[in-house]
């Protein structure tokens, strides 16, 4: 067979956006998918221990350029009675929170017909009670949008509505313009209402979502049976925000606690450079917009300016607190309705003249380009461009935040995407290194209690060599796998005294990146067949690739066929009768 072109021999492997959503399940299911326990010959099924109740854990949903896959967590719950063999861990690293293990296991894989510029999941909030399922929103260059569900009668994803904003017909919003900076941006209500599109910079695609029993193809859904349904989209229309007064958007987002969609966008109306950054620097601001897709209005309800010049990325802060945080490359802000309060990074943080003085955190970093998640409404994640991960913790009583505390903790994977998976593991997706799972566990007593440190410990002294290196391909994974806690001193909002609070993390799985490739070479490998022939030989040569960045490089080996491993053999004799 002969390739016009070309051929793709690797498919990409660098995670590009990650999330996580109940795509193959809802959240109703009486228990997460587990892994079946190694048993013991001498115990009686009936003296079995029961197994604890872990919440729902959803899917992960990850895209590395074209290519789209979902994955199912599957956990192994502790079982002390029933004895493993040394080195046999599901995950490895130890026991936490009733969990011996945890990995990923496919579901889908896709090659799509272009690259994802931007990913969101649809979903209605998280209601444990809840029996439908979410959607994931995909978007590409240079504004097209297409929504997936999945379909139990095939097991895979089908295409439920596909969203296209080009052509002649939609001339008028791209103004004149032929190019633009970055592709179209994704995000969805934290309920389910509707979503949300920025395309060509300027204009807001807002897409109502169906209500409950509705949809666009709603005659073949087995709602009366009690199947699950997934969400979809109902209709959409476009708000130009040039209209509103907004220049140069850099991020959007929706927030929690309002009766209605409340849209949160992060725009700078008077831009500033780097030669006039000591006479303006304060030039963002923030507007809330409350969305009514019946009535396809958007008032502006509350606003907030004199936001610097650097800020790039808004984060909802999770019900019941509220609000939103303005991520900026020296600073960080807290905004709601009624209440502002600020945290300085390093020396270059810049405050206006007529404003108090900024807090400072304890220590000097930089936040540009870095990628957040929640694991507690209280406890926003985030990993650094330099790899490291830090936590930043809302101090607030009742819906009003007092103040900002940062805390640093450990090292890990330069990350593209970071998101949190139910309420025991978080993803860290990269494209310069191993992409991780781990399970993270909180706790208000001393770092004692935790019972991860010393039995992770203790795990990781008797893995096999051979197998630790393999599971563990990068620094990160090492350092993560200490399961040391983490301290965070915070005042309880309910009483004055002083309690610790404390993280452990373990990392449970791991995703291999092959890229970015800086350099290659092939050759023939140790204990080549000099025999082969045909297909066969092509195993004799492999692939030695430089790839990854900085403390993430490693030296991959790709190979075309399977390689057994010998551990030993034995002569054998025939007889012939």
Not at 257 to 271: A, F, R, S, T
Not at 404 to 429: C, H, N, P, Q, Y
């Amino acid at each position: 067979m002969s390739y016009a072109a070309f051929k793709m021999m690797h498919w990409p492997t660098g995670i590009e956006h990650c999330a996580s959503g109940f795509i193959t399940h809802s959240p109703s299911d009486s228990s997460p998918p587990q892994i079946p326990p190694a048993q013991a010959e001498d115990l009686d099924s009936s003296e079995w221990p029961t197994q604890r109740r872990v919440g729902p854990v959803p899917n992960l949903v990850v895209t590395a350029a074209n290519v789209l896959e979902v994955y199912l967590v599957r956990i192994q719950e502790d079982d002390d009675r029933i004895p493993r063999p040394t080195g046999d861990q599901h995950g490895g690293g130890g026991t936490m929170d009733g969990l011996a293990g945890a990995r990923l296991e496919l579901v889908c894989h896709y090659r799509l017909h272009g690259n994802v510029e931007s990913m969101a999941i649809l979903s209605l909030g998280v209601d444990d009670h809840n029996k439908r399922r979410d959607s994931i929103m995909l978007a590409y260059q240079d504004a097209k949008i297409t929504v997936l569900e999945y379909d139990d009668s095939s097991h895979e994803l089908r295409t439920s509505s596909m969203h296209c904003f080009e052509g002649p017909d939609w001339l008028y919003l791209k103004r004149g313009r032929e190019s633009f900076a970055r592709g179209p941006v994704v995000k969805a209500d934290p309920l389910g209402r509707c979503s949300g599109a920025l395309i060509y910079g300027l204009q807001m695609i807002v897409l109502k979502a169906a209500q409950v029993g509705q949809g666009l193809v709603g005659d073949d859904e087995p709602t009366s049976s009690g199947g699950a349904v997934s969400v979809r989209i109902e209709s959409s229309y476009v708000i130009n925000l040039r209209d509103l007064d907004m220049k140069h958007v850099k991020d959007f987002t929706f927030v929690h606690g309002y009766i209605e969609p409340v849209m949160v966008i992060l725009h700078e109306k008077e831009p500033t450079w780097a030669g006039r950054i000591s006479w303006k620097h304060h030039t963002c601001m923030i507007s809330a917009l409350s969305i009514s897709t019946t009535l396809k209005q958007h008032p502006m309800i509350w606003s907030a300016s004199n936001i610097p010049h650097d800020a790039y990325k808004l984060l909802a802060v999770p019900s019941p607190i509220g609000g939103v945080l303005v991520i900026c490359a020296n600073t960080i802000h807290y905004h709601s309705q009624s209440v502002i309060c600020s945290l300085a990074l390093n020396s270059f943080a810049t405050q206006l003249e007529s404003s108090s003085e900024m807090p400072k955190a304890k220590f000097t970093v930089e936040l540009d380009a870095a990628n957040v998640t929640w694991l507690s409404p209280d406890v926003a994640m985030f990993s650094s461009k330099t790899g490291d991960l830090l936590l930043l913790t809302l101090i607030y009583d009742g819906r009003v935040v007092q103040r900002l505390e940062f805390m640093r903790s450990k090292a890990s994977v330069l990350t593209s995407g970071i998101t949190t998976i139910g309420s025991s593991f978080f993803f860290l997706g990269s494209c310069l290194g191993d992409s991780l799972l781990v399970q993270y566990s909180t706790g208000t007593s001393g770092p004692t209690s935790a019972n991860g440190k010393d039995e992770v410990a203790d795990t990781e002294g008797d893995l096999h060599l051979a197998k630790r290196l393999r599971r563990t391909p990068s620094d990160a994974l090492q350092e993560f796998a200490s399961g040391e806690e983490l301290s965070l001193y915070t005042t309880t909002p309910d009483s004055s005294e002083t309690a610790q609070k404390f993280f452990s993390f373990i990392v449970r799985d791991s995703l291999i990146n092959v890229g970015p490739l800086k350099d290659f070479s092939y050759g023939l490998r140790i204990n080549a067949d000099p025999n082969a022939t045909g297909i066969a030989k092509q195993s004799n040569y492999e692939l030695v690739c430089c790839s990854g960045h900085g403390k993430n490089g490693a030296l991959c080996v790709l190979q075309q066929s399977i390689r057994p491993e010998l551990i030993t053999e034995v002569n054998s004799g025939f007889i012939i009768l």
